[in-house]
């Protein structure tokens, strides 16, 4: 403790001797790289604590973030953030693939995942109000190097899936406007190769407008946000009346085909129901985005969990109804997979209107997601930029907008560019996997951190049980997907609960939880975020190979960077004093309770 703390006095009175940078020549570089193997052993491991996350850290940043959200704020970007464009895209072809009628029940198990994966995130945000969501959650629990990895992948997530949502604007707009927007407004290059090809300059325009928006002020930006989401709520409650009325019960259980589709309310089955939740989940992500606005909340522990969780909770009874609007207005083997509740007034006399109606709503619903989005990628990359693994000044908050102004504008750039170009298809096979990925990482690590504290508990046992657990999960998955029906599956499927359930009690009983969350915790502890491990491994399970061949190209991408780029950056600024100095929060009592800094 005492030569941790060293610095720190002498500091005051005479500046260390710097160290030189890295980066200062190709020779600085070169011994750096020499060196690569011991900065690896000091830097991949090392974590913070939660003192150090929301004082030394923060401060990197210059100005703070003004705190000026509230629960309603949190709630709005919530529902910005999840109620996008993707339910209206999901919900047809789950329906038609997948669950039939019960796509209704698809939502609902969809919706207490993400519910129990927000209860993960809530922990930590209550207890950590900075921006930075899962990259610093993982950062005080599992290092530098597993924080960086998670962050990379995510950003990358962020970029490619709001580059999508931009370009299918413009699509949405012109099916509010009755104009094939996509053929006229977008300009097609000959000579690039397809897929690249065509130019949307609306695409672009619309993520130049909202990054504007996210660096002039967070506050107006929930204000626009909630103007939007208000307007989109009233749209989608629009959509949900209109299918109670003009829908009929007897689609719930009679196709339009009954020669060819399977009759009643679950047509495929249990195991449709729970392919199709695998789909619909995905309608579901942007809760995050509502954690990395910790930073800017008033009273955290009040409002994270009502923002979060209460969020989460609003669009799984929207989705719910929703869904049971379209399986009453078509029946289910008639449902179009592209644009379902557009098509489902297309060809009806004198309704042709509301598919207008219904391609303007999710006009709005686009723009409140990508707001959300970018305001959450913008505060992961800052966070990101204070740990010194990228460079610092994407860190940099405006003194006078309060906002992270260079990593807004950075991203904005850069998701634009790709907007630019990028195909629609080849984006849709770029996204979701990651998401999937950090949500499972952040469920692990709120366990980790409740029953291991750094440098006073044995991690051995917690560690084992995640791994163990983990196993189990997947084994089922596998089983569940591959092996054939019968009551060999159901045998081995009943073998695998079992076996994860003891493995559950086994750890309960024998393990004493190191600490207690002092304003809010995830209930049912280690119950409840065990239930989240599985149902995102579940969920991963289901994704197709281009998923994995992306998520494993930028993960060599992310760990190629961390190796010749950030695990150096790391280093030097330890050995400057800027992450030595941050070792000051271990004499403070919230650093005493969350355990040492090590390898700091």
Same mark, same amino acid.
């Given at each position: 403790m005492e030569k941790l703390q060293e610095p720190i006095a002498t500091s005051s009175s005479s500046s260390p001797s710097p160290h030189s940078s890295s980066f200062a020549s190709l020779g600085a570089y070169g011994r750096a790289l020499a060196e690569t193997h011991r900065r690896l052993g000091r830097r991949a491991a090392s974590v913070t604590t939660t003192y150090e996350e929301m004082s030394r850290v923060r401060a990197r940043s210059g100005a703070d973030m003004a705190r000026s959200l509230r629960w309603p704020d949190l709630v709005g970007f919530g529902l910005g953030g999840m @109620? =996008?464009?993707?339910?209206?895209?999901?919900? /047809?072809?789950?329906?038609?693939?997948?669950? =039939?009628?019960?796509?209704?029940?698809?939502?609902?198990?969809?919706?207490?995942?993400?519910?129990?994966?927000?209860?993960?995130?809530?922990?930590?945000? @209550?207890?950590?109000?900075?921006?930075?969501?899962?990259?610093?959650?993982?950062?005080?629990?599992? /290092?530098? &190097?597993? #924080?960086?990895?998670? /962050?990379?992948?995510?950003?990358?997530?962020?970029?490619?899936?709001?580059?999508? @949502?931009?370009?299918? &604007?413009?699509?949405?707009?012109?099916?509010?406007?009755?104009?094939?927007?996509?053929?006229?407004?977008?300009?097609?290059?000959?000579?690039?190769?397809?897929? &690249?090809?065509?130019?949307?300059?609306? !695409?672009?325009?619309?993520?130049?407008? $909202?990054?504007?928006?996210?660096?002039?002020?967070?506050?107006?930006?929930?204000?626009?946000?909630?103007?939007?989401? !208000? $307007?989109?709520?009233?749209?989608?409650? &629009?959509?949900?009346?209109?299918?109670?009325?003009?829908?009929?019960?007897?689609?719930?259980?009679?196709?339009?085909?009954?020669?060819?589709?399977? *009759?009643?309310?679950?047509?495929? *089955?249990?195991?449709?129901?729970?392919?199709? !939740? #695998?789909?619909?989940?995905?309608?579901? $992500? /942007?809760?995050?985005?509502?954690?990395?606005?910790?930073?800017?909340?008033?009273?955290?522990?009040?409002?994270?969990?009502?923002?979060?969780? =209460?969020s989460v909770a609003l669009v799984a009874l929207l989705y719910c109804l929703m869904a049971v609007s379209m399986s009453m207005l078509v029946p289910y083997d008639a449902i179009d997979k592209e644009s379902p509740f557009s098509a489902a007034f297309r060809g009806s006399d004198g309704w042709g209107w509301v598919s207008n109606v219904i391609g303007a709503g999710a006009s709005f619903g686009i723009l409140t997601s990508l707001l959300v989005s970018m305001l959450g990628q913008a505060r992961y990359l800052c966070v990101i930029g204070r740990s010194s693994v990228v460079p610092a000044w994407l860190a940099q908050v405006h003194p006078k907008t309060s906002t992270p102004v260079n990593a807004s504008a950075f991203l904005g750039a850069f998701t634009a560019v790709i907007a630019l170009l990028t195909d629609l298809d080849v984006l849709l096979n770029l996204v979701s996997i990651g998401t999937l990925f950090v949500f499972y990482m952040v469920s692990n690590a709120v366990v980790y951190r409740r029953y291991v504290t750094v440098a006073s508990t044995n991690p051995w046992p917690t560690i084992s049980f995640l791994l163990a657990f983990s196993f189990v999960s997947l084994t089922i998955t596998l089983i569940w997907r591959f092996a054939p029906a019968g009551l060999a599956k159901a045998v081995l499927l009943g073998g695998c609960t079992v076996v994860a359930v003891a493995v559950l009690q086994v750890f309960n009983s024998l393990v004493p939880r190191a600490r207690k969350p002092e304003h809010w915790g995830v209930p049912l502890m280690p119950w409840v975020p065990a239930v989240s491990v599985f149902l995102n491994v579940f969920l991963l399970g289901s994704l197709d190979g281009p998923s994995y061949v992306r998520f494993g190209f930028f993960s060599v991408f992310a760990v190629l960077v961390y190796v010749f780029y950030s695990v150096h950056a790391s280093f030097d600024a330890e050995q400057n004093g800027h992450l030595t100095k941050a070792a000051e929060g271990l004499s403070h009592p919230v650093g005493r309770e969350h355990g040492g800094a090590s390898g700091v």
């Open positions: @109620v =996008g464009a993707g339910v209206f895209v999901a919900t /047809g072809r789950a329906a038609r693939l997948y669950a =039939g009628p019960a796509i209704v029940l698809s939502y609902a198990i969809a919706g207490l995942c993400a519910l129990l994966s927000a209860f993960c995130y809530t922990e930590f945000a @209550v207890d950590m109000p900075v921006a930075g969501g899962a990259f610093s959650y993982l950062r005080v629990t599992f /290092g530098e &190097f597993a #924080a960086f990895l998670t /962050g990379a992948n995510l950003i990358m997530e962020y970029v490619f899936s709001n580059a999508a @949502v931009a370009r299918s &604007f413009t699509a949405y707009l012109g099916t509010a406007i009755g104009v094939d927007t996509a053929a006229k407004w977008r300009i097609t290059i000959i000579g690039l190769p397809k897929g &690249f090809n065509q130019i949307d300059l609306l !695409a672009v325009a619309v993520i130049v407008l $909202i990054s504007m928006c996210i660096c002039y002020s967070t506050k107006e930006s929930s204000v626009l946000n909630m103007v939007l989401t !208000a $307007i989109h709520i009233a749209f989608i409650l &629009f959509i949900i009346v209109m299918g109670f009325w003009r829908g009929d019960v007897r689609n719930l259980t009679h196709p339009a085909n009954p020669a060819e589709s399977r *009759g009643g309310f679950l047509p495929y *089955g249990v195991a449709g129901v729970f392919n199709g !939740a #695998a789909m619909v989940y995905l309608s579901y $992500i /942007g809760y995050d985005a509502v954690s990395t606005m910790a930073e800017e909340v008033r009273k955290p522990a009040r409002d994270i969990p009502i923002g979060v969780s =209460g």
